[in-house]
């Protein structure tokens, strides 16, 4: 994979060309979770999965692993979690149905298709894509989980982005 390019040159008339080497089957793939508490700093949780060419053929996170992120952030956040998510086909799956039926800490509200200036991790991706892996050509897919980590750790660790892109999306959050 590699990032948007931000900024490049080349000599006037010309086109620049940015060669890139590796393989394109090679997939990483990253489920992230936006939390706000009335009274606490925002924060950002998050799972890098990189396809090994894992047994079950998925190149993408399944189920089994959106629930794990889910009991981390019950874990990490505690108290009652309101999960709002897109329309994609495993946010839907019967078996995280089930998962969120059975757990009385897990509301899931499903957004609109098509919505992404509703889902405040749309801000986290944008303020990633922007800055630490903008202009860099990645030649092994550790360099670029190296990258994404300490991009996401540094958006982790200053609340008031987190709080930008929450606002952005107009969620209102009040005290029970």
């Excluded at 620049?16 to 009274?39: E, M, Q, Y």
């Excluded at 053929?57 to 399944?62: H, I, L, T, V």
């Excluded at 086909?89 to 200036?117: I, M």
Aim: aromatic residues 8%.
């Amino acid at each position: 994979m590699t990032g948007p390019q931000a900024k490049t040159w080349s000599q006037r008339g010309r086109t620049p060309v940015v060669r890139v080497r590796g393989r394109s089957r090679r997939r990483i793939s990253i489920a992230a979770l936006t939390c706000c508490k009335p009274g606490h700093r925002s924060r950002l949780i998050y799972r890098p999965r990189r396809d090994n060419g894992r047994r079950d053929g998925r190149k993408s996170f399944s189920r089994r692993d959106y629930r794990d992120l889910l009991i981390a952030a019950r874990q990490q956040f505690g108290g009652p979690i309101f999960l709002v998510r897109d329309n994609l086909n495993v946010h839907k799956a019967a078996g995280l149905r089930e998962f969120a039926a059975s757990r009385d800490w897990l509301s899931v509200y499903y957004l609109p298709p098509c919505a992404p200036d509703l889902k405040p991790v749309e801000g986290i991706w944008f303020l990633l894509r922007r800055g630490r892996i903008s202009n860099v050509a990645f030649g092994a897919p550790e360099h670029l989980i190296q990258r994404i980590r300490h991009g996401l750790r540094r958006i982790q660790y200053r609340s008031y982005l987190i709080d930008g892109c929450l606002t952005k999306t107009g969620p209102s959050i009040r005290p029970a």
